[in-house]
Each structure stands twice: as C-alpha cells, then as structure tokens.
C-alpha cells in the first residue's frame, strides 16, 4: 500500500464501482434465463459472474484507497478529464459528416486535430489530408460501409453529386 494515494485513484474506485452497480442493474433487461439449460449454460450466467466479481474486486480496491492518505491536487483528475476533449472531436465529427459528407468532414477533423496538437508544418497538414482520404477510400470503397451522403454534397453539380454520393 502507497502512503500517499494519488486522489485519482480514489475517484477512479468509486467511479468503478459505481459502474458495476449501473451494469449489475441491467443484466434483467440485456440477457435472459432459458428454460432447460443448465446453470453454466444461461446466457445470463457468464455475464451476472463477470460482474459480480467487477463489482466485489471495485469495491475492495475502494475500501482500500479510502483509508489512504490522499496527497496532491487534483491536477491527475483533470489530466484524466482532457481526455474526453477527444470524446467531443468524435462526437462533432459525427455530426458533420450527414452535413458536409464523409470525405470533407474526415478532412476538416483531421486537419483540425493536427493543428489542435500543435503539429503546423505543411508535413503534418498534408499527413492528415492524405490521411483522411486514405481512410474515405478504405471504408467507403474497399469495405464499402454505408455511410450517409452530406448535405453539401446536393450543392454541387448534377454528376459530380451523384459521384460524391456514391463515393465519398
């Protein structure tokens, strides 16, 4: 045992368990016991044992740190929270691609990601843009997932949105 426990750790306890509970609460709305099947065959079984143990090893983790002598700020925690920044990148991009279509919102948000983590050479800019159109060729034409064509593309030309929307 650590005399001096970083707080995240705490918070990041409380917040396991926490989650376990969360899971716990729903194993009766996302898995079913079936009829003639023995226990180790249940398709709850497996999961409600996964989680049981989540939620006994979280809180013995937790009832272990809450004795400990917190030391520092809270400046761990906050490093721990930047990291959702990129939860929000990926949720806006998701929300620009209906509207400007795949291939110029991979672009924006690679470029604007480049430039947000301070890489500003041309180098970088142009990594990013090739970047994002080799990502557009892999999914959209190698594994052809259906993305939703953008909104801007019905601005353009007749046969150039048509190929837009097929595309990219």
Do not use: C, D
């Not at 509970?21 to 709305?29: A, F, K, M, N, Y």
């Not at 003639?36 to 409600?48: D, E, V």
């Not at 959702?84 to 470029?111: H, M, N, R, T």
């Amino acid at each position: 045992m650590t005399p001096h426990a970083k707080p995240a750790t705490l918070v990041f306890a409380l917040l396991f368990v926490l989650l376990s509970v969360v899971l716990l609460s729903q194993i009766g709305t996302q898995t079913i016991w079936s009829s003639g099947k023995q226990l180790s065959a249940q398709p709850r079984f497996w999961p409600s044992i996964g989680l049981i143990m989540m939620l006994g090893f979280g809180a013995l983790h937790l009832w272990q740190k809450r004795s400990e002598r917190q030391n520092g700020s809270l400046g761990e925690i906050v490093l721990w929270l930047r990291g959702l920044e990129y939860v929000v990148w990926f949720i806006s991009y998701v929300f620009l691609v209906p509207v400007l279509g795949y291939l110029p919102a991979s672009i924006l948000v690679a470029v604007a990601l480049v430039l947000r983590v301070g890489l500003r050479s041309i180098r970088w800019i142009t990594s990013a843009i090739l970047l994002a159109f080799g990502i557009v060729f892999v999914f959209r034409i190698l594994l052809r997932v259906n993305v939703p064509g953008g909104a801007a593309y019905h601005w353009l030309p007749n046969g150039l949105s048509n190929f837009m929307l097929t595309y990219f």
